[in-house]
């Protein structure tokens, strides 16, 4: 009875006065590249583990901006803060009242992190909360730290107006000067240029535009006549503006099976030998040399202690999980202080990381550790994701001294899981979500920067078959995504292919077994690799094909309405995946090539890329 008693009046004392402190995923993506939350109060109660850490503020990040709210609806609960730096280098500057009430809805406050001195250093600058319910007559006490980075600067001092007793003046009269009557009149003659100047522009855009469409209308009949086809497809201007909808970007097909008869696509691309390629119709995987799964891990080592892990899980899965982490390093591969000498030297590198859980076995590690090093002898690639780094408390040398499951890091900063990316975008587009944090829910995807994913894919599994690796999974679950600078790229997304290590854990139903107790990606394979087992070049593109219309649907299951067991048999008939809503016609034959029952006459990877990249370039001179 007493057991109940305290069980009761402990839910009664945490169930008033729920306070919340925590950091948003943009400000996170703002200041460390990593898109996810980090919570210092939760419901009232500290994360021991979030504060334990110190939040790096980097020299180009001069200010952290912190969200918080409380549920209390009895009275206002109370706080008190104060910023403390261990040095006199940095000023710390909160904006909000030293003393104050927490509000009940959501808002932000920064903090300002100002570097005063010459030299570049790195402070500690301390937050000291002091969070009171009035209500529970409890007080909560908690600090928060974190490692500002200051750059050297130029040791002479910059003259301030306030410094000049006559700059006041002076300013003042130049201020006059610019708005006297000529120059209001030479002002307002060269606005009336400019807007001539760009009336002719525009002008000139429109005319050229109308010439560049007859000429397209011209070589699509023409292409039309050579392949023989009397049906012409969608005008490519009215894909463009059809598609790319901003209020509806994508709309569910009508059916992911539909009868091959009915909705063959009207015009298919013809794949012959005047593509420029040397490489044979159907490569095999080579015989490589057997992989030192030891050797490889030394050489990948790296010491956990340098891991910052952030709080909560990309993705989760029975045996596994996903996490991000911030991994501190300098140009000797180990922490330390900023001087002069090694101002710029000091790095810290953003990393999604693979790990297995504590209810994980022996075997579950060497399958994990086999299939994450799968491309350990690839050369590198931008648009393939490698593991960076191994990180372990022990020495792979001495594995007497391994006692935990290693951080297999993949060098990311970004937004994560495409397919996880994909699935929030579509959630964001159906306002079936109203969280306004989530990883998509700004991003509406146009048919341009789709098809821009696909070629970054298809250049992966290119550059894998090069060397004679065939991938064997080729879908969204087995890629990142980020949003990189314009100056480094000209797409907004940045995709990287990924190996398959702990997909069958986190996307279960994406895996199916046959009765061989073998989980494989049913739905993603062509029915000879289902029979068989077998996979070559002529799989991963029927993978592709598959991870085309993925993307095209948002992430939507591929034929989910028919049971693992009867896909092959299916796909022997002829059934196969409908067009997506929002995807062009061209686009669709593509897929639909890959698609092809006869193995030598899907296209190669080098045919497809050619096709998408003259798409692409196509499709561009319409946006």
């Excluded at 306030?162 to 003659?189: C, K, R």
């Excluded at 000139?204 to 397209?216: D, E, G, P, T, V």
């Excluded at 690799?529 to 085309?548: E, L, P, Q, R």
């Excluded at 897929?591 to 899907?602: D, P």
Aim: proline content about 5%.
């Amino acid at each position: 009875m007493l057991r109940i008693i305290l069980i009761f009046l402990q839910f009664f004392y945490f169930s008033f006065g729920k306070v919340n402190l925590f950091i948003t995923k943009s400000e996170m993506n703002r200041t460390l590249g990593i898109v996810a939350e980090m919570h210092y109060l939760e419901n009232g109660m500290v994360n021991s583990y979030s504060t334990k850490f110190p939040y790096r503020v980097g020299t180009n990040v001069s200010h952290l901006i912190f969200s918080w709210n409380t549920s209390e609806t009895k009275r206002p609960v109370k706080y008190a803060i104060n910023a403390v730096a261990d040095k006199f280098d940095v000023l710390p500057v909160v904006n909000l009242p030293p003393q104050g009430v927490i509000p009940r809805e959501t808002e932000n406050f920064a903090v300002e992190y100002r570097c005063v001195g010459s030299r570049s250093d790195k402070v500690i600058v301390t937050l000291y909360f002091n969070i009171s319910w009035p209500s529970e007559n409890r007080t909560t006490a908690f600090t928060l730290k974190q490692e500002k980075l200051c750059a050297s600067r130029d040791g002479r001092r910059i003259l301030d107006v306030s410094d000049d007793p006559g700059s006041f003046s002076v300013s003042e009269e130049e201020e006059f000067q610019l708005l006297t009557a000529d120059n209001l009149i030479y002002f307002g003659i060269g606005i009336v240029v400019l807007v001539l100047f760009l009336l002719m522009i525009v002008l000139c855009s429109c005319l050229r535009i109308r010439s560049k469409k007859n000429r397209k209308s011209a070589s699509v009949d023409a292409i039309l006549e050579e392949t023989g086809s009397n049906k012409r497809s969608t005008p490519l201007t009215k894909e463009v503006s059809l598609f790319d909808s901003p209020t509806r970007p994508f709309i569910e097909p009508v059916t992911s099976t539909p009868n091959p008869s009915k909705f063959l696509p009207s015009k298919l691309p013809i794949f012959t030998s005047n593509i420029p390629s040397k490489a044979p119709p159907i490569i095999f995987e080579r015989a490589q040399n057997h992989l030192d799964i030891n050797n490889a891990l030394i050489e990948l080592s790296a010491d956990r202690n340098l891991f910052q892990v952030i709080p909560g899980c990309e993705l989760e899965g029975t045996f596994g999980e996903v996490k991000w982490a911030i991994w501190r390093q300098n140009r000797l591969g180990i922490c330390g202080d900023i001087d002069d000498e090694e101002d710029g030297a000091s790095e810290d590198i953003a990393v999604v990381c693979k790990t297995l859980k504590s209810t994980a076995d022996k075997a579950h590690f060497q399958q994990f550790i086999k299939d994450a090093l799968v491309f350990h002898n690839v050369p590198a690639h931008p648009n393939l994701a490698q593991v960076v780094g191994a990180a372990t408390y022990g020495n792979f040398s001495n594995p007497d001294t391994i006692t935990d499951f290693p951080l297999i890091t993949y060098r990311h900063q970004g937004f994560g899981n495409l397919k996880k990316f994909l699935i929030q975008c579509k959630t964001s587009s159906d306002g079936s979500s109203n969280n306004k944090s989530s990883h998509g829910a700004s991003h509406t995807l146009r048919t341009h920067e789709l098809l821009s994913m696909a070629i970054q894919m298809l250049k992966a599994v290119q550059h894998l078959h090069k060397y004679g690796i065939i991938h064997k999974d080729v879908a969204t679950r087995n890629c990142l995504v980020s949003e990189i600078a314009p100056k480094l790229s000209n797409d907004r997304l940045y995709v990287q292919l990924c190996d398959s290590a702990l997909s069958k854990d986190l996307f279960p139903n994406d895996y199916h077994c046959l009765g061989d107790n073998d989980n494989r990606p049913i739905k993603w394979l062509p029915p000879e690799t289902i029979k068989s087992k077998v996979h070559n070049s002529a799989s991963d593109v029927w993978s592709f094909g598959v991870t085309m219309w993925e993307l095209f649907t948002c992430a939507q299951q591929p034929y989910f309405e028919i049971e693992p067991e009867e896909v092959q048999s299916e796909l022997e008939q002829g059934v196969r995946l409908g067009q997506p809503y929002n995807c062009p016609d061209e686009l669709y034959g593509a897929m639909y090539c890959c698609w092809n029952k006869e193995a030598l006459k899907r296209p190669t990877t080098g045919q497809l890329m050619k096709l998408l990249e003259d798409f692409s370039a196509e499709l561009k001179k319409y946006i």
